[in-house]
């Protein structure tokens, strides 16, 4: 199956600072990509979807000042936690759909935390 | 809007008994519906998908889920529990597009006792 990889895999930083997470599809072109949070013993909740070429769309309740969404290129997504607080801190996970209808794939995740 | 609901957030079963983790959908269009895996500090890998052929569904490590449309249920199940399948599983449904984002459950800790 096609391969989704995030970069980096965790990341610790401290209280203020940014942190970009990288999301990419090695082996096919996503017009779309999808980012989840996932808070400890959680589930996966939808932040925001990414499109190539325009802007993100975003899940009710999520900052978009705050969690910025670049789709640069078919391949390529990024999510940057601008002035990160220890409160977002969390497993971040993108997903990128596949060439067939209901074929979705997952990153492995990006462990973020704030110090 | 689509939502699943996961009935218990910890499920115990002794190893070699029957699993069975439990998930209900809302859908105002024929949804199509996704059981996931997820092992501690891993990402996702899915175990199987429902997408309108046939209502059992077989998936991987010998799990399989059968689409009830009258009960609006989709519950996952393996004969056979093994220490190996202690995880999280997430049951999730989107409406069968191919760029539309997929709606997860709370999820269920399955515990495998010896």
């Known amino acids: 199956g096609a391969v989704v990889s995030q970069h980096p895999s965790r990341v610790i930083c401290k209280s203020g600072t940014s942190v970009k997470i990288e999301c990419r599809s090695l082996d096919f072109q996503a017009t779309t990509m999808f980012w989840y949070r996932q808070f400890p013993k959680q589930s996966l909740m939808l932040m925001a979807t990414s499109n190539e070429g325009s802007k993100a769309t975003y899940e009710q309740g999520v900052e978009k000042d705050k969690f910025l969404i670049n789709h640069a290129s078919l391949t390529l997504s990024t999510l940057t936690v601008t002035s990160a607080h220890p409160e977002d801190s969390s497993f971040y996970i993108c997903?990128?759909?596949?060439?067939?209808?209901?074929?979705?794939?997952f990153g492995p995740g990006t462990r973020l935390t704030v110090l | 809007a689509q939502s699943v609901t996961q009935l218990g957030s910890h499920v115990s079963v002794s190893e070699g008994a029957l699993v069975l983790l439990r998930c209900n959908y809302s859908?105002?269009?024929?949804?199509?519906l996704f059981w996931y895996v997820q092992y501690p500090n891993q990402g996702l890998q899915l175990l199987l998908k429902?997408?309108?052929?046939?209502?059992l569904v077989k998936g991987i490590n010998g799990f399989e889920a059968e689409f009830k449309k009258s009960e609006t249920s989709f519950h996952l199940t393996k004969p056979s529990a093994h220490m190996s399948d202690a995880a999280e599983y997430f049951c999730?449904?989107?409406?069968?597009?191919?760029?539309?984002?997929?709606?997860f459950g709370k999820g269920t800790r399955l515990h495998i006792l010896p």
């Open positions: 999730a449904v989107s409406e069968g597009k191919r760029d539309d984002k997929i709606i």
């Open positions: 859908s105002s269009v024929p949804p199509y």
């Open positions: 429902y997408t309108s052929a046939a209502t």
């Open positions: 997903s990128a759909p596949g060439l067939w209808a209901n074929e979705q794939f």
